[in-house]
């Protein structure tokens, strides 16, 4: 038997944040009604050995209008994407950039120094570094029994 390494950011946590924009799209491009949830954006997780980066794709989002939180181990991504006013004389013939408000929240892993996390905001991908700490890993004691 071979032992899987957990990773704090993965599958359960993409499956439930993927499938509403699944339906979300669905429904806009078929003219389905009723159901046009918020937009999320597409992030990319990755691990150094001194921090966790998370990069979200946010094309034509200012960074004022984009909200980083953390509280009680989870991190939080939240903001809007506004629609440009229409041109006079433009008629739009498809449009297919989703709009309005975005939010995504990840569980963090207990070793990180939250207090030092930052985020910048570049050419449209905001990338959240999550600085590690060191934990002093316990030797086990071996107890005698009487």
Do not use: C, N
């Not at 439930?16 to 699944?22: D, G």
């Amino acid at each position: 038997m071979s032992l899987i390494r957990w990773e704090p950011f993965t599958a359960m946590d993409e499956a439930l944040t993927r499938l509403p924009a699944l339906f979300g799209r669905w429904s806009r491009t078929t003219g389905g009604g009723g159901f046009d949830p918020e937009w999320v954006p597409a992030v990319d997780i990755s691990e150094t050995g001194g921090e966790y980066l998370i990069k979200a794709s946010l094309p034509a989002v200012k960074k004022e209008d984009v909200k980083v939180t953390v509280e009680d181990g989870m991190l939080t991504l939240s903001g809007e994407r506004r629609q440009s006013e229409e041109q006079q004389g433009e008629k739009f013939h498809k449009v297919e950039s989703f709009y309005g408000s975005f939010s995504r929240s990840f569980a963090l892993p207990d070793a990180i120094d939250d207090s030092a996390i930052r985020a910048t905001s570049r050419d449209g991908v905001l990338t959240v570094h999550v600085p590690k700490i060191k934990v002093e890993t316990r030797k086990p004691t071996t107890i005698k029994v009487q």
